[in-house]
């Protein structure tokens, strides 16, 4: 059963705008998430994450939403650069448990000229 | 910066062989895991390590062991190889969670693929 859910595969934005990234839990008991970025090639690195304690965290062109009720967090990037063109990987943790984390499936992000 | 290193970028195997996949980290992370990457299925956990000569399987240890004989490296072992073995391979450290930092920090990969 998927604990984290990213139910969009690949999503395209043009260079300037603002790119989203959705994400959905399902286990309550989460309250640490974080988003990765990973190029083709490359492992994943750690780009931002938040706390349940916050519903917002932000860090220069990328801001991370949390919305617990609706057990939903978003990944905003304003503006999209070409750069950004990555898959993401939403994952998330529970305190006082072992020190793994859950990871998505990713979305692939394309930033188009 | 932390640097964790993975012995090969590429590897190209037989069906049936025994494959050695390494990882080293210089940051004294307690915690070490091995995941692959195939797409459309995200990362996947197949096992990991809290300390030198402990394991615990992750979500798909099916045909796969480790081992930890040193605390900076951990080595995912593919007894006999398999065609759905052909995987990109990554391998990731942290520290224990304290102050909530559960960043892991990954190696660059390694494609793996078996003929």
């Known amino acids: 059963d998927q604990q984290v859910k990213q139910n969009s595969p690949s999503l395209s934005v043009q260079e300037g705008r603002i790119s989203i990234l959705n994400c959905d839990y399902t286990?309550?008991?989460?309250?640490?998430f974080l988003w990765y970025k990973k190029y083709p090639a490359e492992g994943p690195t750690f780009l931002i994450s938040?706390?349940?304690?916050?519903d917002k965290n932000e860090d220069g062109r990328f801001t991370v939403f949390l919305n617990k009720s609706a057990k939903h967090l978003s990944l905003h990037i304003v503006p999209s650069q070409p750069g950004d063109s990555a898959v993401y990987f939403c994952?998330?943790?529970?305190?006082?448990?072992?020190?793994?984390?859950?990871f998505g499936k990713g979305t692939r992000l394309h930033i188009l000229p | 910066d932390v640097k964790v290193t993975q012995s090969s970028r590429y590897l190209v195997k037989r069906t049936g062989e025994k494959v050695f996949l390494e990882c080293v980290q210089d940051?004294?992370?307690?915690?070490m895991f091995w995941y692959r990457q195939d797409p459309g299925l995200g990362l996947r956990l197949i096992y990991f390590?809290?300390?030198?000569?402990?394991?615990e399987k992750g979500d798909i240890p099916e045909g796969y062991s480790v081992s930890r004989e040193k605390k900076e490296r951990f080595s995912l072992i593919l007894e006999s190889a398999s065609t759905n073995q052909t995987s990109m391979y990554l391998c990731?450290?942290?520290?224990?969670?304290?102050?909530?930092?559960?960043?892991?920090?990954f190696g660059p990969g390694t494609r793996l693929t078996v003929l």
């Open positions: 390590s809290y300390d030198v000569k402990m394991k």
């Open positions: 940051m004294d992370h307690e915690n």
């Open positions: 286990n309550s008991m989460f309250d640490y």
């Open positions: 994952a998330a943790s529970v305190e006082d448990r072992d020190d793994k984390i859950i």
């Open positions: 938040i706390s349940s304690i916050k």
């Open positions: 990731a450290s942290s520290l224990p969670k304290q102050g909530r930092s559960d960043t892991q920090y």
